[in-house]
């Protein structure tokens, strides 16, 4: 049996996962990631996690497959993304990771909508332009900490650290360039004018290769250090929720794709560039084919924060919330915790209609609602575009609350599928690998859960929705 394995560099954790030629789950390795919030709505992680993360799930993968392992013909790799650091032309990493959550530069956005202007930002990059991406933090680099970027110094997101750690190549794929706002999608390469006129063009812009091709070879030392066999193919792969799509065959018209964890994006694939400054287009896993995408920055994250804060874990947290009505008795919340969100970093987070009569159970079901209601928000945003929706796929970890899934499927008013395994992230990753050495995709049938929406609350969630929608634009900035 041929083994192809599946590394995904996320945000709480690194996962290295081995799949059968069907997309069987055969064993995994894990190592968590730590994030560090800190006033001016920053986000921060050490880039030298994510290269050591990789490396102990990996070897973690390597132990339980034990001889196993000489049936592994590909590595496919993936990872949260826009997050980046820089490597220096010394050979070291710089000390931070700025991830995606980060939304610090605000002011270099502006800059940015000033000198380009925000339409023709989003038509050549298929991004309208926040503090979100990597090129305005590069811009508050500048500002701030100019030795850092050395001439020569490259721009690696986590996946690009990890395959140069790997494999000594440095590269990206055209997804992650896609979410730099420094790729222009329509020619298939940096947007070097613009580098030009911002002062960046003397930075290592990575060469652009495709997702399903090669990095090189897993080298010696990597080898080693992973115990896997050197000289196994290192393949590219694409950005996390790009990697999700593929990994749960989810290309279809009419059909979203949830991709739920730390935060939560929405997928729908399209015969071309959107025009709608509100959504977002990527390119495909696949060459030639684009996914369009809007998303809300802290969801499982949310329900994160409050479980620390009432020193609960998820199962007690979502047990409690699941004897909690519909309407949380009122209790409303805005999911918008880590800065804001892409399209408008100033948004505040909320509770609104919070009493002493609520319980720990109560702010969790606001938590789940919330979520909802603001995704429901962006699909409105896609069926405006003229993109209807008919089904929702969902993965990643929100998909393993069942609770959660008929919440979205009863406010979106929607057929919810939850992939029977959630994880489709390491397995699209997995894919990449596979479909470098095979002439077609893997064909993987994987089991769905199906939820559909509770008629009895449409009425309920109908007010919330109206009143969430009102209170989004009465508590702007």
Not at 15 to 33: H, K, P
Not at 165 to 177: C, F, R, S, V
Not at 320 to 343: M, T
């Amino acid at each position: 049996m041929s083994i192809y394995v599946g590394v995904d560099i996320g945000t709480s954790g690194v996962r290295a996962v081995a799949f059968s030629d069907r997309g069987e789950t055969i064993a995994e390795g894990r190592c968590a990631l730590h994030t560090e919030y800190s006033e001016g709505a920053q986000a921060q992680q050490r880039p030298t996690e994510w290269l050591d993360g990789a490396v102990a799930a990996m070897r973690a993968l390597a132990d339980q497959l034990g001889e196993r392992i000489g049936s592994v013909r590909a590595i496919g790799l993936t990872g949260q993304c826009p997050s980046f650091t820089l490597l220096r032309p010394d050979g070291q990493l710089f000390h931070t990771g700025y991830i995606y959550q980060d939304n610090r530069a605000i002011r270099e956005s502006e800059l940015l909508i000033d000198t380009f202007g925000a339409a023709e930002i989003h038509r050549r990059t298929g991004e309208a332009p926040s503090p979100f991406y990597v090129l305005p933090k590069l811009l508050w680099l500048l500002e701030h900490d100019p030795e850092s970027l050395a001439p020569g110094s490259a721009i690696l997101q986590p996946r690009d650290a990890v395959g140069w750690h790997l494999t000594g190549t440095i590269a990206t794929d055209p997804t992650h360039a896609a979410c730099t706002l420094a790729f222009d999608i329509h020619a298939g390469e940096w947007a070097w004018d613009w580098l030009e006129r911002l002062g960046l063009k003397e930075l290592h812009w990575p060469n652009i290769v495709p997702s399903c091709e090669s990095l090189g070879m897993l080298t010696a030392e990597a080898a080693a250090a992973t115990g896997f066999p050197a000289g196994i193919p290192v393949v590219n792969g694409a950005a996390d929720s790009l990697c999700a799509v593929y990994g749960a065959q989810a290309a279809e018209a009419g059909v979203l794709f949830d991709v739920s964890g730390t935060s939560t994006c929405l997928h729908m694939a399209i015969p071309h560039p959107v025009s709608d400054y509100a959504i977002n287009t990527y390119p495909h896993v696949e060459e030639g084919a684009w996914i369009a995408e809007v998303g809300i920055n802290t969801t499982g994250a949310a329900l994160n924060w409050v479980a620390g804060l009432f020193g609960r874990t998820h199962r007690q947290l979502l047990d409690e919330a699941s004897g909690i009505p519909a309407g949380a008795d009122n209790l409303l919340f805005l999911p918008h915790l880590a800065g804001g969100e892409r399209d408008d970093p100033g948004r505040p987070g909320a509770f609104v209609g919070l009493h002493m009569g609520h319980t720990p159970g109560h702010l969790a079901r606001a938590v789940l609602e919330g979520v909802a209601l603001a995704l429901r928000q962006r699909i409105t945003l896609l069926e405006r575009s003229g993109y209807p929706v008919h089904t929702v796929v969902v993965s990643g970890g929100g998909a393993r609350s069942g609770l959660w899934n008929q919440i979205k499927s009863d406010v979106f008013g929607l057929r919810l599928s939850a992939l029977a395994e959630p994880d489709s992230t390491a397995l699209g990753a997995a894919m990449t690998a596979y479909r470098y050495r095979n002439s077609e995709p893997m064909r993987v049938a994987g089991n769905r859960i199906e939820y559909n929406p509770d008629l009895s609350k449409q009425t309920i969630y109908a007010s919330h929705f109206a009143r969430f929608c009102e209170l989004e634009e009465r508590l702007k900035p």
